[in-house]
């Protein structure tokens, strides 16, 4: 990609919480992400992690958890979103 001209990705990683990443259907873990920033990073792509704040059910563990990610990955920027559903789905 890099050599396509690629020099920026965005990743949509929502939270550091498993259980959050869960029930949001994400279908990926904490390490998986930690794992792919430092890649981008290795291969000199800017990296920026776009994440939601305030799902139904998130604590202050959770949170907490997600300030842990940011650490761990390092990414060059980041992008937070309050939640807010217009979904009927008693789910979130």
């Known amino acids: ?6 020099v920026e990705l965005a990743f949509g990683v929502e ?8 029930l949001l259907r994400n279908g990926i873990t904490p390490e998986q992400i930690i794992r792919t920033f430092k890649q ?11 994440l939601i704040v305030g799902i139904p059910g998130e604590n202050q563990e959770d949170i907490d958890m997600t300030k842990r990610l940011i650490a761990e990955s390092k990414p060059e920027m980041g992008e ?3 939640f807010h559903s217009h979904s009927r789905n008693r789910d979130l």
């Not at 990609?1 to 690629?6: E, F, I, L, N, P």
């Not at 990073?41 to 990296?47: H, R």
């Open 1 to 6: 990609m890099k050599r396509a001209g690629c």
């Open 15 to 22: 939270s550091g919480s498993q259980a959050i990443l869960d």
């Open 40 to 50: 981008a990073d290795e291969i000199g792509l800017v990296s920026d992690m776009l």
């Open 80 to 82: 937070y979103r309050l």
